[in-house]
């Protein structure tokens, strides 16, 4: 198990940029799949972001190109990049890690840990 915490949420303008952080206390480099989701009010919980533990990445068709997931495996630490901001993107930011190895869709299913996760407002 691993605890995951996130920051680096705020509001900013349409266009504007955030960058995400994910602490893990354990060694990121070893957990098989990490991924970001996101939920706004009355929605459910979307699948944002995977990277698996050799670095390959996939992306929700909603942020591909905008978005950047990494991670800093001497840091311990889960990235998002989000460039190009819109309002609909305003969410409730988790960050979430798995013991198996990702799916070819970003599920929540196999993600066992999870953030408390950190807020995204976007004002247009």
């Known amino acids: 198990q691993v605890q995951l915490v996130e920051s680096g949420g705020g509001s900013v303008q349409a266009g504007g940029s955030l960058r995400l952080s994910c602490a893990a206390t354990?060694?990121?480099?070893?957990?098989?799949?990490m991924g970001w989701f996101r939920q706004a009010p009355g929605k459910e919980r979307e699948g944002v972001a995977q990277i698996m533990r050799d670095g390959t990445t996939r992306y929700a068709d909603s942020v591909k190109g905008r978005f950047t997931i990494s991670k800093d495996n001497a840091e311990n630490i889960l990235l998002l990049q989000m460039n190009s901001l819109k309002p609909e993107d305003t969410a409730m930011y988790y960050c979430?890690?798995?013991?198996?190895?990702?799916?070819?869709?970003?599920?929540?299913?196999?993600?066992?840990?999870w953030g408390q996760g950190t807020q995204v407002t976007v004002s247009s």
């Open positions: 354990g060694n990121t480099a070893t957990i098989p799949c």
């Open positions: 979430a890690a798995s013991w198996l190895y990702c799916h070819n869709s970003i599920s929540a299913a196999i993600f066992r840990d």
